[in-house]
């Protein structure tokens, strides 16, 4: 093998050993934000749906699960009936944009047979950016963090177990 100096990248590392590096090539340990995902589900098999997404988001690029909360059953919120809800908060840290991770979280949710007709409806797989960071976002389809953060107890409850030093908001979420 050739030496190298102190000063060289690991990719420069890499291209002296290996040659150049694959077409994609990520560090398989990412140095990003620390990112809550909450994970949610009221129809069909709810504990499946939870384990599928759990398994899928471990496995999005740029990304590492870092930690996950117990499942919890809840009361369903709003005003169309419904089923209980399994809800489990997901702690990840990414490099990934907020809108890239929420499209890629919808994929997910399709792949699950997720579809959106009815605000608050039932659900076989919800998946919400609670938390990015410290990242304040707010477009017509993407809130961070999530405006109804303070007013679900589970979600601040998972939140606390994961992490016991995260910030507890005090009030509505503009």
Do not use: K
Request: glycine residues 6%; proline residues 9%; contains cysteine.
């Amino acid at each position: 093998m050739r030496g190298c100096d102190a000063n060289q990248s690991t990719s420069a590392l890499f291209r002296g050993f290996f040659g150049t590096l694959p077409a994609g090539y990520h560090s398989p340990v990412p140095t990003g934000e620390r990112v809550y995902v909450a994970l949610g589900s009221n129809l069909g098999d709810r504990e499946a749906h939870l384990a599928h997404a759990r398994a899928r988001v471990a496995t999005l690029p740029r990304t590492r699960l870092l930690q996950v909360s117990r499942v919890e059953e809840t009361a369903p919120i709003g005003p169309v009936p419904q089923g209980a809800y399994l809800n489990q908060m997901v702690l990840l840290e990414t490099e990934l944009e907020p809108r890239e991770l929420l499209v890629r979280l919808h994929a997910i949710e399709a792949e699950r047979g997720r579809v959106r007709t009815v605000r608050w409806g039932p659900r076989t797989l919800d998946l919400d950016i609670v938390r990015f960071g410290d990242r304040t976002v707010r477009d017509p389809d993407l809130s961070i963090p999530h405006p109804e953060l303070p007013n679900r107890d589970f979600w601040l409850r998972e939140i606390a177990e994961l992490d016991a030093d995260a910030p507890r908001p005090t009030s509505h979420v503009p």
